[in-house]
């Protein structure tokens, strides 16, 4: 479908993709996760090309409640996407400052939230001393009440298969965890999230024990790319995350949003 100077379609070719989200792979790290099997299956994507190019993509990720809606490129791409071809009704939008000006015209933010995409590097990593016990599936149930003394914990137990998760006890009860929200092995990317300590045993740098044996664990697996997403108000968990060596890549925004009732369309 051709929109004044773009041609929008939807995307399915892996390699394609991979070519633009490279372009800026520390902000798409999540979209570029989205291309291994088991989440490629649950993406729609889209692209608008120009002068013979791929110039702004979106992606529909369902694996999320509500689905995730990613975009990346020229805004005026992404208008034209938008318009055209991809427009779910309820999503959890992600995107970058200049973006919003367009976001805006298409969907009723809910609640809008600054971000910080910080990144950690091999070799800048300072590991925290501390044990802390390596989670398995079982200890889903706990983590799962961990989580539900907090808020903003993206937490499923299915995460516990593919992911690595780390957790400190006292007395028998699991008391902090930190683990991944992604993990690619195919393309070196991984998220780390799920960080949390129980609100009467903060203070003891448990946070940071734990998140130090995920990224300790995922460079050891290979990942080149270590990511995590903060509040930028945030400021006791940045200092933490800078404190292990992660380093501040780009703001961004996200936060559940509506499609504007005048210009709904499916997302199929």
Known sequence: ??????????LTDKSELLAFLETDRLYAAYAVGDLEPGMF???????AEAEG???????YFRGLEPPALFLMGDGHGLRAILEDVLRP???YLICRAEHLVTARDFYAWEEMTPMWRMVLRRARFRPAEGECLRLEPTHARRLTELYA?????????AQMERGVFYGILSDGNLVAAAGTHLVSPTYGVAAVGNVFTHPDYRGQGYGTVTTSAVVAELLQLGIRDVILNVNQDNATAIRIYERLGFERYCPFLEGPASASKSKKRDAD
């Open 53 to 59: 190019r791929l110039q702004a993509l979106a992606l």
């Open 1 to 10: 479908m051709v929109h004044k100077m773009w041609k929008t379609n939807k």
């Open 89 to 91: 009704e309820r999503v």
């Open 149 to 157: 003394l907090g808020t903003g914990n993206a937490f499923s137990p």
């Open 41 to 47: 299956e649950q993406s729609t994507w889209a692209g």
